[in-house]
Antibody, heavy 123, light 107 residues
Framework: QVQLQESGPGLVKPSQTLSLTCTVSGGSISSGSYYWSWIRQPAGKGLEWIGRIYTSGSTNYNPSLKSRVTISVDTSKNQFSLKLSSVTAADTAVYYC???????????????WGQGTLVTVSS | SSELTQDPAVSVALGQTVRITCQGDSLRSYYASWYQQKPGQAPVLVIYGKNNRPSGIPDRFSGSSSGNTASLTITGAQAEDEADYYCNSRDSSGNQVFGGGTKLTVL
């Protein structure tokens, strides 16, 4: 059974770059027709999709974050990563990674999810 | 960008049926997926595609779609179903969007 685990600094200073890694266990990140996504949730608020990567390296990003986001994959480590630049307090949130599947009809869903990691942007 | 609209809160009596809705133009072309989130926990997929349940999700959860509205129905709601529910769909560019979430209270 595939499991995902986020890791990275819990505190980032304003204007700096937030960096998180998601480690996939219980299966190869390269197997199957899966994408790999990052999603975040500010405290008490809803979910926001950040972006996704395919193991070929192709990416999709949320248009509202596209200028600041980079998602990459390291198949040798079975990991994918998120970098969000020029962060502000508005980027404080729980960040989740999730396996992102698309079927032959083009419908996507996220399953499973990591447990999430809280990142606080503060000086 | 596409948007998905959900009612902020819905309540249901124990054992009764409740429908949680999600509206958006993208739903005319793409099915929604639905996620259950309990306090302090990561979201869990409950419905995907036309009306598919992942392994381990009770059959009291079902999904449907008509026009620009997707619905999650819980038939015979249980106390453990009290949670926040989010819909998600994609747009023609492949970008994903979540609804604002619906807080379900089981009375």
């Amino acid at each position: 059974q595939v499991q995902l685990q986020e890791s990275g600094p819990g505190l980032v200073k304003p204007s700096q770059t937030l960096s998180l890694t998601c480690t996939v266990s219980g299966g190869s990140i390269s197997s199957g027709s899966y994408y790999w996504s990052w999603i975040r949730q500010p405290a008490g608020k809803g979910l926001e999709w950040i972006g996704r990567i395919y193991t070929s390296g192709s990416t999709n990003y949320n248009p509202s974050l596209k200028s600041r986001v980079t998602i990459s994959v390291d198949t040798s480590k079975n990991q994918f990563s998120l970098k969000l630049s020029s962060v502000t307090a508005a980027d404080t949130a729980v960040y989740y990674c999730a396996r992102d599947r698309r079927d032959s009809y083009g419908y996507n869903w996220f399953d499973p999810w990591g447990q999430g990691t809280l990142v606080t942007v503060s000086s | 960008s596409s948007e998905l609209t959900q009612d902020p809160a819905v309540s249901v009596a124990l054992g009764q049926t409740v429908r949680i809705t999600c509206q958006g133009d993208s739903l005319r072309s793409y099915y929604a997926s639905w996620y259950q989130q309990k306090p302090g926990q990561a979201p869990v997929l409950v419905i995907y595609g036309k009306n598919n349940r992942p392994s381990g999700i009770p059959d009291r959860f079902s999904g449907s779609s008509s026009g620009n509205t997707a619905s999650l129905t819980i038939t015979g709601a249980q106390a453990e179903d009290e949670a926040d529910y989010y819909c998600n769909s994609r747009d023609s560019s492949g970008n994903q969007v979540f609804g604002g979430g619906t807080k379900l209270t089981v009375l």
